[in-house]
């Protein structure tokens, strides 16, 4: 079935360097591709998406480009904050009517001051 | 506007006892969905709703029912409790058409 892998935690970085999350996916039909966020307590928050090949989303400074040829959605930032300290799920829709989401593990992102 | 609000936040359950959750949004949305958050394990979906009155199962059903009497409302039900549902459970909803699934804050439930 659909599946999503993405790297392991924790990721820890100082402020202002830059962040790569990688992620990759299994699927049969052609799904569309999302990184949610979520910060402490709190529940899961849509940061960007990507609906066909190509495609690039990008919110507060994220961006994540949707590469069918390496079944890949790295998510990345050119200068991370403190308070992206989060965790960062990738996952995917299934082709059809429910867009039931599948996720990946989620990666635990500290940013040091 | 709330929009999507779980409850209770926390509750503890001993085995076998019984306990329903209560996810609710105020967005009209059609679609609702159960999810359970282990560590390591990512967010695996329980239940989901297509609209109101109607129910079916996701990746991980077994141990839990759902009911969606009415179309702001999702309920989840353990009958009989055991330690292996100890998790986040977390509620989410989407409106018919669009991508985004909106989640609530979560239930931590812990059955000992």
């Known amino acids: 079935g659909d599946s999503v892998t993405q790297m392991e935690g924790p990721v820890t970085l100082s402020e202002e360097a830059f962040l790569t999350i990688n992620c990759t996916y299994t699927a049969t039909g052609y799904p569309s591709l999302f990184w949610y966020v979520q910060y402490p307590g709190e529940g899961l928050q849509l940061l960007l998406k990507a609906t066909k090949a190509d495609d690039k989303g990008s919110n507060k400074g994220f961006e994540a480009t949707y590469r069918k040829e390496t079944t890949s959605f790295h998510l990345e930032k050119g200068s991370v904050q403190v308070s992206d300290s989060a965790v960062y799920f990738c996952a995917l829709s299934e082709d059809g009517a429910t867009n039931k989401l599948i996720f990946g593990t989620g990666t635990l992102l500290a940013v040091q001051p | 506007n709330a929009g999507v609000t779980q409850t209770p936040k926390f509750r503890v359950l001993k085995t076998g006892q019984s306990m329903t959750l209560l996810c609710a949004q105020d967005m009209n949305h059609e679609y609702m969905y159960w999810y359970r958050q282990d560590p390591g394990m990512g967010l695996r979906l329980i239940h989901y709703?297509?609209?109101?009155?109607?129910?079916a199962k996701g990746e991980v059903p077994d141990g839990y029912n759902v009911s969606r009497l009415k179309k702001q409302n999702f309920l989840l039900g353990l009958e009989s409790a055991a330690p292996s549902q100890t998790s986040v459970y977390f509620c989410a909803s989407r409106l018919a058409g669009a991508y985004e699934q909106y989640f609530g804050p979560g239930t931590r439930l812990t059955v000992t």
């Open positions: 709703s297509v609209g109101e009155g109607t129910t």
